[in-house]
Structure formats: structure tokens, C-alpha cells
């Protein structure tokens, strides 16, 4: 069976990076040294033998290794052998006939890492390294730091609010409020109930209890309940309300999941056990619907400056890349791009991975695609 995409939209996908911060970095291609720069000598005619490969899903160090016994030009991968920061940065590299110098370029842009020629000794013969330099290490650290140490300033910030929000009498908000404002008010009262010291226990990890079975909080764990049990349907069926007996065993928890520098960091409300299901349901909007506080309280401090990733423009070294940008329709409009092209329906739907996306879509429109591909490893082929 075939099936018609729009090449653009799969495209989408392999251009936009999703792992690192590099802003400032220079990857260096030597296959375009011109001949005012270098002697005739000094050109490596190897690096324009061209290439044909398709990887699937591996790691960075793999891929160099493959490349080396392809091509026969000795290409080394990270600063050192242990240098697993960047050998096993994960990528898709689906490629037919590229000159070996381009594929290197392609790799390092893609990758956030840093393509160059080597020596080794008296050897006259160059070697060549995708690697990362201190500096372009630092700004990356830097970078998830700073992201870092923001996500828990805001962290601190929305306990604080959600605090004063449930001591406080004088915030309104307008009839028929939704579901979500409902149990962020009901969150802020439970919060509300906490010690002085609560937004330091949050800091540190602490997980905040709120029992059914205490008369102090069995009102609102009702209510939240209550509306939860509405939102779900056994064989289509509405559920019975909870009993008691459910409501004495059912608890939220508040908590922060702080997955650190490289993970997500937020504050998240869970209640459970559902009847029937026996699961908790938990979701984030204890965290976004903090921010809806902002300037409705009295005497709370601005929000913290919020620590994004670098547009796609800037993190790009390279300046003949060229961003390709999923809200926009800019630089969309190449001929290649908006080509139609027909791909067969893989078998297992629900089983195909980033990398044989990428594969098949290369292969279908004659494109070449160098990707990262942080993806591919989440999904577990057995399932169905």
C-alpha cells in the first residue's frame, strides 16, 4: 500500500535539534580549504570520495567507526576514547553518494560538535575528529545550569503564590470557573495548610500527603474526587460516586519532580487511587495554573526570567544551514521541500521508530538527512 506525504512535514522533524546548546561553536570542513589558503598538497582529494550510507539508529562513535572502514581515512570520535559525552550522542545518518568531507560537516552540524584535521607525530598522512571543545563543553554546562537554577526559581515562586493564594480571601475569579481553576484553588488550600518551612521542604524533595482520612482536608479530597471519578468512563458508562470508604483511601500528593540540568523540573499534584483503575491521576497543571496568580496577589515578587533554548538561527554554527521553522512558512518553499513523495505503509505501524522514518523518507525523495535522534530508544519494539 502506498500513501502520499508532504516531504515537508517529515522534514520538519530531521531539522530541528533537540539535545544540546552550542551557541558560538565553529565546525570546521577541511574538504573546503581554498587554494589560496593551501597548496595543492595540502588538500586531502580522500575526502571527496562520496558516500553512500544508511545507519539507522546508533551512536555517534559507531557511525564514525563505520565510516573510517568505508572510506579508509582514520576518523577518530570525541576527545578521547572516554569521552562518552559525545560518542554516544544517538543520530540518523541516511546518505547515497555524498562526498565523505560533506558527510563529516553534516555530522558535526547536526551534532553540535566540531569537525578537524589532525596529525599524529612525523606521519604526513591527516586523521580526522568529531569532537567537542572545553569551550563549546562549558557553554553547553552553563546552559543547562542556568535553565536549571531558573526552573527552581519559578518552582519557589509558584509555591509561594499558591500559599498566599490559600490564605488569602480576597482573589476572585469569575463564575463558572473551569475544572482546572477548581483544583488549583483546592491545591492552594491544601498548600495553605503547610508550616512556614513548607517551600524549603518542597526545595528539598519532600512529598506532601494529603489523607482522605483526615477531617482537615476530607472536604476538598472529595471535591477533587469527586470531579476526577466524572471524567472517566467504564465501557462507556458513567462511574458510581465514590464511597467513603474510597475517599478514606484516597490522598494528593504534592510534590516537585526535578529531573535536574538536563530533565524537566516542575511542581506536580497527584490523587489516587481511582476507583475501578486502582491509579493515580496526576498532571502539571498545579504548575502552569500558578502562573495564572501572577499580579492578582498582593505583595508577591515578579516572576523569574524564564531560561529558554537558542532559536533555531542561533544554534546553528554553520551559516549555509538554514533553519527551517515548524510555525512558520518561511524557508519552505524549495521545490525538494514541497515535493509530494510515496513511501510503503510499514507493517507495524505503532513499532516504526524515528530512524526508520527518516530512512524511508531519504530513500523515497532521494534526499540526503543527517539527524540527531533522541527518539528512536524510547520506543519498545515488542509492544503493539
Not at 551534532?111 to 568529531?130: C, L, M, P, Q, V
Not at 554546562?141 to 499558591?162: G, I, T, Y
Not at 484516597?250 to 491509579?279: N, W
Request: charged share 25%; proline share 5%.
Amino acid at each position: 500500500m502506498k500513501k502520499a506525504l508532504q516531504l515537508t512535514f517529515i522534514l520538519m522533524l530531521a531539522s530541528i535539534s533537540v539535545a544540546s546548546y552550542s551557541q558560538g561553536k565553529t565546525s570546521v570542513d577541511p574538504s573546503t580549504i581554498s587554494s589560496t589558503a593551501a597548496s595543492t598538497s595540502e588538500i586531502d582529494t580522500r575526502l571527496s570520495q562520496k558516500i553512500t550510507y544508511d545507519s539507522g539508529y546508533k551512536r555517534l562513535h559507531v557511525v564514525t567507526d563505520d565510516l573510517s572502514r568505508i572510506s579508509g581515512v582514520p576518523i577518530g570520535c570525541g576527545r578521547n576514547t572516554k569521552d562518552w559525552r559525545v560518542r554516544d550522542i544517538p543520530l540518523v545518518v541516511c546518505v547515497k553518494d555524498m562526498p565523505l568531507g560533506k558527510l563529516l560537516r553534516a555530522i558535526a552540524d547536526s551534532t553540535h560538535t566540531w569537525f578537524a584535521s589532525e596529525k599524529i607525530g612525523d606521519n604526513s598522512t591527516k586523521t580526522y575528529r568529531i569532537y567537542r571543545r572545553q569551550q563549546e563543553e562549558q557553554k553547553i554546562d552553563d546552559f543547562f545550569k542556568s535553565r536549571h537554577e531558573s526552573r527552581l526559581a519559578n518552582a519557589k515562586w509558584q509555591w509561594e503564590a499558591l500559599k498566599a493564594y490559600g490564605k488569602s480571601n480576597e482573589i476572585t475569579w469569575p463564575d463558572g470557573m473551569s475544572h482546572t481553576a477548581q483544583d488549583i484553588k483546592r491545591a492552594a488550600l491544601l498548600i495553605a495548610t503547610l508550616g512556614e518551612d513548607s517551600e524549603d521542604r518542597m526545595l528539598a524533595g519532600e512529598t506532601f500527603s494529603f489523607k482522605g482520612s483526615d477531617p482537615a482536608y476530607r472536604d476538598i479530597i472529595e471535591q477533587m474526587y469527586a470531579e476526577s471519578v466524572n471524567n472517566i468512563k467504564v465501557d462507556n458508562h458513567d462511574l458510581p460516586s465514590p464511597t467513603a470508604e474510597y475517599i478514606d483511601s484516597a490522598a494528593v500528593k504534592i510534590k516537585l519532580v526535578d529531573k535536574g540540568e538536563e530533565g524537566d523540573t516542575s511542581l506536580s499534584a497527584f490523587l489516587g487511587p481511582i476507583m475501578y483503575t486502582q491509579t493515580s491521576w496526576g498532571s502539571g497543571w498545579v504548575n502552569m495554573g500558578a502562573y495564572s496568580l501572577d499580579g492578582k496577589i498582593p505583595g508577591l515578587p515578579p516572576r523569574p526570567k524564564e531560561i529558554t533554548c537558542p532559536s533555531l538561527k542561533d544554534d546553528m554554527a554553520n551559516p549555509a544551514m538554514v533553519p527551517l521553522d515548524r510555525y512558520s512558512g518561511e524557508n519552505w518553499n524549495s521545490p525538494k521541500l514541497k515535493a509530494k513523495i510515496d513511501i510503503d505503509k510499514p507493517e507495524t505501524v505503532k513499532n516504526a521508530t524515528f530512524a526508520e522514518l527518516i530512512s524511508t523518507v531519504a530513500k523515497a525523495s532521494g534526499l540526503n538527512i543527517v539527524t540527531e535522534d533522541f527518539t528512536s530508544h524510547r520506543l519498545f519494539k515488542g509492544s503493539q
